[in-house]
């Protein structure tokens, strides 16, 4: 039981980071059908930039707690990779909105290629060690143990998921999201503006992506120019667990991907006395998704898109 139990915390981690990346590409699907392939890139950019700031501002403030130095850093990556989302919409994908589903298909996966080689250029494609800024003493839960940096990623994403729920179900904004994912041509006559919807769906993707990188570096240790590419390809496995273009779905099924990766992994390594486990993370993790949707092929949650008019 107590490996049981260390595997649903390390899992429950682990989905947290993976549904707040699985919502940036069910909710960019749902309004406008596209599937964001760069949005992994986002989050290694938003990782990279909160590790320059972090380099930055410790020396320029070297008595101020880890906490503040951790949150300043990750304001100026949302920040960063919002612009960064915001201009990939306008320039790559806008242009291409009635092309057939094939360009922007591509264009998204040029995007991320892109992406990649600009942050090896800029940031040198070596691994860096991410700074250390929460104590690391670790808490006693029964037999089983969580850091504080675990704590902190799952109260961060407890509330990302609170803000953007009520974002969603209770402003304007959200009621706008909605109209545009049901109809955009009939939304637009009715006051609403697609393009500034769509623009600002990509500006929350982008913050919710880089929040789970910035969580996603403290909790390993290390950043680099290729780490957003298996988060991002594991989180849209998880979207489509759950059901693409669900929310709901998104963080049920980044949930049950984390348990089911820690879970399996751990009793892989106990059963085969360490010969099989963590490297058999992502096999157990597809094997999941191509039986759930051999069985239901929408996903555990998914629902039908409305069509356009």
Same mark, same amino acid.
């Not at 390390?10 to 590409?25: C, D, F, R």
């Not at 990556?77 to 960064?84: D, E, G, S």
């Given at each position: 039981m107590d490996v049981l139990l260390q595997q649903v915390i390390?899992?429950?981690?682990?989905? &947290? !980071?993976? /549904?707040?990346?699985?919502?940036?590409?069910t909710m960019v699907y749902g309004i406008i059908n596209l599937i964001n392939f760069a949005h992994g890139e986002?989050? !290694?950019?938003?990782?990279?930039c909160s590790w320059s700031m972090i380099g930055w501002l410790q020396p320029l403030l070297p008595n101020t707690p880890g906490w503040v130095i951790l949150l300043l850093s990750m304001v100026v %990556?949302?920040?960063?990779? %919002? /612009?960064?989302n915001l201009a990939i919409e306008k320039i790559a994908y806008r242009?291409?909105?009635n %092309?057939?589903?094939?360009a922007p298909l591509i264009t998204a996966i040029g @995007? &991320? @290629?892109l992406l990649q080689t600009l942050a090896m250029i800029i940031w040198k494609p070596n691994y860096k060690p991410y700074p250390t800024l929460l104590p690391s003493t670790p808490i006693p839960i029964g037999d089983a143990v969580i850091t504080p940096t675990q704590l902190m990623i799952l109260a961060?994403?407890? !509330?990302?998921l609170a803000v953007l729920s009520w974002l969603v179900n209770a402003t304007s904004l959200g009621r706008a999201m909605r109209a545009t994912a049901e109809n955009p041509r009939v939304a637009s006559l009715m006051g609403v503006k697609p393009d500034v919807v769509i623009s600002a769906t990509f500006v929350i993707g982008a913050v919710l992506a880089t929040i789970a990188g910035v969580m996603w570096a403290s909790n390993y240790g290390t950043v680099q120019h290729a780490m957003g590419f298996l988060p991002g390809l594991k989180a849209f496995t998880a979207a489509v667990f759950?059901? @693409?273009?669900?929310?709901t779905g998104a963080v049920v099924g980044g949930l049950l991907l984390g348990l089911i990766e820690s879970i399996g992994s751990g009793y892989l390594g106990e059963l085969t006395g360490g010969v099989l486990g963590s490297q058999y993370t992502d096999i157990l993790a597809f094997l999941v998704l191509i039986l759930i949707l051999t069985l239901r092929p929408s996903g555990l949650l998914g629902e039908r898109v409305a069509d356009r008019a």
């Open positions: 390390n899992g429950l981690v682990l989905g &947290s !980071m993976y /549904a707040l990346v699985a919502l940036g590409y986002v989050l !290694m950019v938003g990782a990279l %990556a949302c920040v960063a990779a %919002a /612009a960064l242009p291409l909105r %092309a057939p589903k094939l @995007i &991320s @290629i961060v994403t407890a !509330m990302a759950g059901g @693409i273009g669900n929310l």
